[in-house]
């Protein structure tokens, strides 16, 4: 199996964000831009970093599909292996993306993102919230390669999406560390064996003294190293 860590890089400077992904490169799958460090330091911190690793781009497009579907285009340029959009944006939107992220890689001669889409945010909680099996299918039947879900979702959406469809997992913290403003989380562990692709890690390998130490103490614990 590949390297499942997905490591949040969640700063607001770029220098920092570089530093982690020099750290980190080679002992991490893949590195994840969000919405701090791009809205601080926009398309510049995809093309400084992804020398060092895959980048999975946590943009969580939403809106209607004609301008998700320009965004797209415009993230489609960067070269980013994984760029996210909210589920909750419907089919037309999902398809728009996908769309879109083909049309700029295939401008800039890179490979298109794949684009996964959101269910519901691993900070939330509570009845009512929308069925992330239902979203994950119809994302994944408007041409999304996948979903990001997340806690006791991620065995239900496998079954529902079959072995093909990507599962990225964000929350995910290994046994003994803080869960901070994560409600819906797993171990590594626990995450890959009810079907995650990718776990997204941040704090507890980020905040380490030993950022690459620390990635590594997780895959030797998941038998990977």
Same mark, same amino acid.
């Given at each position: 199996?590949?390297?499942?860590?997905?490591?949040?890089?969640?700063?607001?400077?770029?220098?920092?964000?570089?530093?982690?992904?020099?750290?980190? @490169?080679?002992?991490?799958?893949?590195?994840?831009?969000?919405?701090?460090?791009?809205?601080?330091?926009?398309?510049?911190?995809?093309? !400084?970093?992804?020398?060092?690793?895959?980048?999975?781009?946590?943009?969580?497009?939403?809106?209607?599909?004609?301008?998700?579907?320009?965004?797209? !285009? +415009?993230?489609?340029?960067?070269?980013?292996?994984?760029?996210?959009?909210?589920?909750?944006?419907?089919?037309?939107?999902?398809?728009?993306?996908?769309?879109?992220?083909?049309?700029?890689?295939?401008?800039?001669?890179?490979?298109?993102?794949?684009?996964?889409?959101?269910?519901?945010?691993?900070?939330?909680?509570?009845?009512?919230?929308?069925?992330? @099996?239902?979203?994950?299918?119809?994302?994944?039947?408007?041409?999304?390669?996948?979903?990001?879900?997340?806690?006791?979702?991620?065995?239900?959406?496998?079954?529902?999406?079959?072995?093909?469809?990507?599962?990225?997992?964000?929350?995910?913290?290994?046994?003994?560390?803080? +869960?901070?403003?994560?409600?819906?989380?797993?171990?590594?562990?626990? *995450?890959?064996?009810?079907?995650?692709?990718?776990?997204?890690?941040?704090?507890?390998?980020?905040?380490?003294?030993?950022? *690459?130490?620390?990635?590594?103490?997780?895959?030797?614990?998941?038998?990977?190293?």
């Amino acid at each position: 199996m590949r390297n499942p860590i997905v490591a949040a890089l969640d700063v607001s400077d770029l220098a920092e964000a570089e530093r982690l992904a020099k750290e980190l @490169s080679g002992t991490v799958g893949m590195l994840k831009v969000g919405l701090e460090l791009f809205t601080a330091a926009g398309p510049e911190a995809v093309l !400084r970093l992804r020398p060092h690793a895959p980048l999975f781009l946590d943009l969580k497009l939403h809106d209607i599909p004609n301008t998700v579907g320009r965004a797209a !285009r +415009n993230v489609g340029r960067l070269g980013g292996s994984l760029l996210t959009v909210h589920a909750l944006g419907g089919e037309a939107m999902v398809r728009a993306a996908v769309d879109g992220a083909a049309r700029g890689a295939e401008e800039a001669g890179v490979e298109p993102p794949r684009i996964v889409a959101v269910t519901v945010l691993s900070s939330l909680a509570g009845e009512g919230l929308a069925s992330p @099996s239902s979203l994950a299918f119809e994302a994944v039947a408007a041409g999304a390669a996948g979903v990001v879900v997340s806690g006791e979702d991620v065995r239900e959406v496998r079954q529902v999406l079959g072995p093909t469809a990507l599962l990225v997992v964000p929350g995910i913290r290994p046994a003994g560390s803080a +869960n901070g403003d994560q409600v819906r989380v797993l171990t590594p562990a626990e *995450a890959l064996e009810a079907g995650a692709d990718h776990l997204v890690i941040g704090r507890p390998i980020t905040g380490a003294p030993d950022p *690459a130490a620390a990635a590594r103490a997780i895959l030797r614990d998941l038998g990977m190293a």
